[in-house]
């Protein structure tokens, strides 16, 4: 016993260093979403700001147009500035990836009403852009 | 001197302790994004953002309070489009909140991931194979050999848990192509999920007749001049110069009656006595062993840690193992039993002074390594004696070298990683290139490729390559597991050993049939 206290002791004494602390994190410091880079089964490259992770689509702000890209349409997604990396769950993402993703973007709770309008009316736009899921 | 009395007497404990202490430097957590409930006075330390029923955010990056029905901290509030902020300067009421995230460092993705992953594992490869016990595998390493991905190396095999995160560096056999790339491909063949750190190439350039290869405790060395006329035994007294003698299809295994004996209570251990000839002049000698685990390890991480406790084993894997003291516990019963312990033998076998515990080896793929032992004689010989829980190691040969030297590897960063459909993933490739709080994580079925550029070779200088990856995983929970009635805390340091032994004895053969061929295929 007195060995396991003394490496106890000893370890929390020195302190171990993990990541760093989410007061450092971006994403928890800024209002935007991660950066999303979308590629198209047409082979349409879309690059912008994650604004909502829905069922069924990504939500993007791309060329300051706010975009909704069905998984159906997607041949690859990536999120290269959350924390983790992760291999080929984003172009069908499952519930749970879905759920851990949408804290990477602005709307985590959903784009709302008011937001849509704000949004859409900022980029000129009456309703979303949605990529067709089968060009 | 009284200090190094002390420091003497409790040298294991140390080694453990700056064990634990250098993996602590590397643990590796990310950052989760969650819900906070409004109902409950708090404060929120962690950054924090409302979201508005007008669609602007609040940005409370020093947290807040929670309190009265209204959220309070000094923060900055965003218009839906971001285009305009203006500070907090007064308390936000709940009722014009839709909700609040905040973001907490996770170590282990633990209960949630363990849950998550039950119903998954069976929509990927099939309740079938999910009864099979198909586990302590790892990243698996694979290298094109005419076209045929052959198994080289499987990485950090017993890091099972963040505090355990460690770096491995493993023996290929991989030579450049013409253009100077060495190419190698990474799977997740087990039901794990793995979390990658940082993965790189070593190379160590040495002459053609020498054999570079890891050895413990001293780094990448070469080494040349068989040193003839060792001989070796084992403790049921079997001549092993022939099946030891060289790297093939015979492989060392325990004795049937040895194993037999451990089981009924007998000796725990078996051994491989090492007679090497003494040569003047020379003060060292390299063991070079190539060596895996035997799934006996496996069962017993696994079968008797795991499904031995029932749904306890959720919190066990999500809970205990991050605990400082449990991973103590638990890492000071696997060194007493586990692991190939090599030491000299002096005094006509009255002494053993341990010289390294080896502990690397997975059950998948061959693992070389060197163990440099002090060449004490003892009369006219040098008497070494690796030691192990019987049956736990399956050994393909092992070697003698009187010359020994310490190369010093050059380090290749991954130049490209590419997916499963050739795609380039540079992020993928950020992810992996140094140790941080950045990991890759792959789930069963994943397959990824790595290109090293090399460069090409040189006119009499052979170049030896080596994986070293720094990582950890956890297993995934199979529903029979959890099915099982017990609800015993794992507590293997006040097992018998011989018991468990038992039940190696009646599942081995059935286990090592399956292990290959259950393998999760890659999607």
């Given at each position: 016993m007195m060995r396991y206290a003394f490496l106890a002791s000893l370890a929390l004494a020195v302190g171990c260093w993990t990541s760093p602390a989410p007061s450092n994190f971006p994403p928890g410091r800024a209002p935007a979403g991660v950066q999303a880079l979308l590629e198209t089964q047409s082979g349409t490259q879309v690059v912008g700001e994650l604004l909502e992770v829905r069922d069924s689509a990504y939500v993007v702000l791309f060329s300051n147009r706010v975009t909704i890209v069905p998984?159906?349409?997607?041949?690859?997604?990536?999120?290269?500035?959350?924390?983790?990396?992760?291999?080929?769950?984003?172009?069908?993402?499952?519930?749970?990836?879905?759920d851990r993703l949408r804290w990477y973007s602005r709307f985590p709770f959903g784009v709302n009403d008011t937001a849509l309008a704000t949004l859409l009316h900022a980029s000129g736009q009456t309703t979303p852009d949605i990529v067709a899921s089968n060009p | 001197m009284m200090m190094i009395r002390l420091l003497h007497r409790h040298r294991i404990v140390l080694?453990?302790?700056?064990?634990?202490?250098a993996v602590a430097c590397i643990i590796s957590s990310h950052t989760e994004g969650t819900s906070v409930s409004l109902n409950a006075t708090q404060h929120i330390s962690s950054p924090?953002?409302?979201?508005?029923?007008?669609?602007?955010?609040?940005?409370?990056?020093?947290?807040?309070?929670?309190?009265?029905?209204?959220?309070?901290?000094?923060?900055?509030?965003?218009?839906?489009?971001?285009?305009?902020?203006?500070?907090?300067?007064?308390?936000?009421?709940?009722?014009?909140?839709?909700?609040?995230?905040?973001?907490?460092?996770?170590?282990?993705?633990?209960?949630?991931?363990?849950?998550?992953?039950?119903?998954?594992?069976?929509?990927?490869?099939?309740?079938?194979?999910?009864?099979?016990?198909?586990?302590?595998?790892?990243?698996?390493?694979?290298?094109?050999?005419?076209?045929t991905q052959v198994l080289q190396a499987e990485s950090f095999s017993y890091s099972i848990a963040p505090l355990l995160a460690k770096r491995d560096v493993d023996r290929l056999q991989v030579a450049s192509d013409g253009s100077g790339v060495v190419r190698l491909t990474v799977r997740n063949e087990?039901?794990?999920?793995?979390?990658?750190?940082?993965?790189?190439?070593?190379?160590?350039?040495?002459?053609?007749?020498?054999?570079?290869?890891?050895?413990?405790?001293?780094?990448?060395?070469?080494v040349r001049h068989r040193v003839a006329g060792v001989t070796m035994h084992d403790r049921a007294g079997r001549n092993l110069a022939d099946v030891l003698g060289a790297a093939d299809e015979r492989v060392f295994a325990t004795d049937s009656l040895t194993l037999d004996r451990a089981s009924r209570g007998g000796p725990a251990d078996d051994y491989i006595d090492v007679t090497i000839p003494s040569a003047p002049g020379r003060d060292s000698v390299a063991i070079v062993l190539r060596a895996r685990s035997s799934l006996l390890t496996t069962m017993l991480l696994y079968d008797e840690m795991l499904a031995g406790q029932g749904a306890k084993a959720l919190d066990y894997v999500g809970k205990d193992l991050q605990r400082v003291t449990k991973l103590a516990q638990l890492a000071d019963w696997y060194v007493k039993n586990l692991g190939l312990r090599v030491s000299v033998v002096t005094n006509d076998g009255r002494e053993q002074r341990q010289i390294v515990r080896l502990v690397d080896f997975g059950p998948a793929a061959w693992r070389d390594v060197a163990v440099v032992v002090p060449a004490t004689a003892d009369h006219d010989s040098v008497h070494v004696r690796l030691a192990f829980l019987a049956d736990a190691f399956r050994i393909d040969h092992l070697q003698v070298f009187g010359d020994l030297r310490e190369l010093a590897p050059r380090s290749v960063p991954i130049a490209r990683v590419l997916d499963?459909?050739?795609?380039?993933?540079?992020?993928?490739?950020?992810?992996?290139?140094?140790?941080?709080?950045?990991?890759?994580?792959?789930?069963?079925?994943?397959?990824?490729?790595?290109?090293?550029?090399?460069?090409?070779?040189r006119t009499g200088i052979a170049r030896t390559y080596f994986i070293a990856a720094?990582?950890?995983?956890?297993?995934?929970?199979?529903?029979?597991?959890?099915?099982t009635d017990s609800t015993t805390d794992f507590a293997p340091w006040r097992k018998p050993v011989a018991p468990i032994l038992q039940r190696w004895l009646i599942t081995r053969d059935s286990l090592e049939q399956t292990f290959f061929r259950q393998r999760v295929p890659i999607v």
């Open positions: 998984y159906l349409a997607l041949r690859h997604a990536e999120f290269p500035h959350q924390d983790w990396g992760q291999f080929g769950s984003y172009t069908r993402p499952s519930a749970g990836t879905r | 080694a453990l302790t700056i064990a634990f202490l924090m953002k409302a979201h508005l029923l007008d669609g602007s955010i609040a940005v409370f990056d020093h947290g807040g309070d929670i309190a009265n029905r209204q959220i309070s901290g000094t923060g900055m509030r965003y218009d839906p489009t971001l285009k305009t902020a203006v500070a907090v300067t007064a308390p936000i009421p709940l009722d014009s909140v839709v909700g609040v995230e905040t973001f907490e460092r996770v170590v282990n993705p633990g209960r949630t991931l363990l849950y998550s992953t039950l119903a998954t594992a069976g929509t990927i490869i099939g309740a079938t194979a999910a009864a099979v016990a198909i586990f302590g595998s790892c990243p698996t390493i694979y290298v094109d050999s005419a076209g087990a039901l794990e999920t793995h979390y990658l750190d940082q993965i790189e190439l070593l190379e160590a350039s040495h002459a053609p007749d020498e054999l570079a290869l890891p050895a413990a405790r001293v780094g990448i060395i070469a499963r459909d050739g795609k380039l993933r540079p992020d993928a490739r950020e992810v992996l290139l140094r140790t941080d709080d950045l990991q890759l994580q792959t789930w069963p079925g994943h397959e990824f490729k790595l290109e090293f550029d090399v460069g090409g070779d720094q990582g950890y995983y956890t297993e995934w929970m199979r529903g029979r597991w959890l099915a």
